[in-house]
């Protein structure tokens, strides 16, 4: 059985275990290192402490041979100083007659105080990373409606003034050359101004809806409106796979369409104009690929434009939604507009079922 010896005792008054005597009545007898002081004092009942309230019967046990020892974990010492929490055995010496703790550090218990640390700093982490993300939220939220507003005043007001100043200048032209003229020049103004007064309620509409909201426009119908519009002959050639496709991206088609028809109407100067629709295998799932090719004049995409940002909005408007646009140009080479955007992939049938 185990008794306090030459080596224990150094060992407890070192502080690198505790050991306590309690006689045969439970009355502590002897106290030796800080890691038991919180046993009462010795002359007490044991089973004062605190710890040890109520305990009785399992002493009884301990001294009568049913139970082998009494093992406390996780003890919080209620002495100053003494702020580690401790494991406490007690047994019973039969041949001396009376019980003997050892107590030592609880090495699980500040295991575990060091993962609960470890979690509470974690989760104060996550919460400045979330906060941080909720604030990258709201600053691409709000920098995105700033693009909106940019690219909706662009596809507006910035067109209809340009198609105003056109006119005005052919106005100014005939006033000295052809008064004739003059008549058909103010007509053709002022139906560029009613155009442009139309887009731009469309626009204010626009901005009041939702950024997803989704519409399907008829690509086809655009096309032939533009035909219609412009005098320029347009082939179309669309891959019945890349309807859903079309449909899916419907806005995002919808609006770097409307800005390559609009470019090579004022800029151009093209005969013709062919669009493809076709789907193309990606990395992850499907991709829709749009392409806008004309027959104009050309130029070079890397001179700037300054003041000039309808090849910026269709960049942008791809960009939303995870795709790209790209513009293939040289001065009298015509131009290739290039859209490539992610599709929705159909969740596969069931095993054992047969798509109609």
Not at 180 to 193: G, P, Q, V
Request: hydrophobic share 45%.
């Amino acid at each position: 059985m185990i008794d306090l010896s030459a080596d224990l005792i150094p060992a407890a008054e070192a502080d690198v275990i505790g050991l306590a005597v309690i006689g045969a009545d439970r009355a502590m007898v002897r106290k030796i290192g800080r890691l038991v002081e919180w046993l009462p004092a010795i002359g007490a009942d044991c089973c004062e402490c605190v710890l040890l309230v109520g305990m009785e019967a399992e002493f009884k046990a301990l001294t009568d041979g049913q139970r082998d020892m009494i093992a406390l974990a996780g003890v919080r010492g209620a002495s100053p100083g003494l702020t580690q929490p401790v494991t406490a055995v007690v047994l019973w010496n039969s041949e001396r007659s009376h019980y003997f703790v050892i107590a030592m550090p609880d090495f699980a218990a500040r295991q575990v105080e060091t993962l609960l640390g470890s979690e509470r700093r974690a989760r104060r982490l996550m919460e400045q990373q979330l906060e941080a993300a909720s604030a990258e939220v709201r600053f691409a939220s709000l920098a995105r409606t700033r693009l909106r507003l940019a690219r909706d005043l662009h596809d507006t007001l910035v067109h209809s003034i340009v198609a105003l100043l056109t006119q005005i200048r052919l106005i100014r032209h005939y006033l000295s050359t052809d008064p004739t003229r003059l008549a058909d020049s103010l007509a053709t103004a002022e139906d560029a101004a009613a155009s442009g007064l139309v887009r731009a309620r469309d626009a204010i509409a626009r901005l009041r809806m939702p950024d997803d909201l989704k519409i399907d426009p008829d690509v086809e119908g655009l096309l032939t409106d533009f035909t219609e519009r412009s005098g320029i002959d347009v082939s179309t050639e669309i891959d019945e796979r890349a309807r859903d496709g079309l449909r899916d991206c419907a806005l995002t088609v919808q609006r770097v369409l409307s800005e390559a028809l609009r470019n090579v109407q004022t800029h151009a100067r093209a005969r013709r104009v062919w669009f493809r629709a076709f789907e193309a295998p990606a990395a992850v799932g499907r991709k829709l690929v749009v392409e806008i090719r004309d027959d104009g004049c050309g130029f070079d995409p890397a001179v700037p434009a300054p003041g000039h940002f309808g090849l910026l909005g269709m960049a942008e408007f791809a960009e939303l939604v995870g795709g790209d646009c790209s513009v293939e140009s040289a001065p009298g080479q015509g131009t290739l507009v290039r859209i490539s955007l992610p599709v929705a992939v159909p969740p596969a049938a069931p095993s054992g079922v047969l798509a109609d």
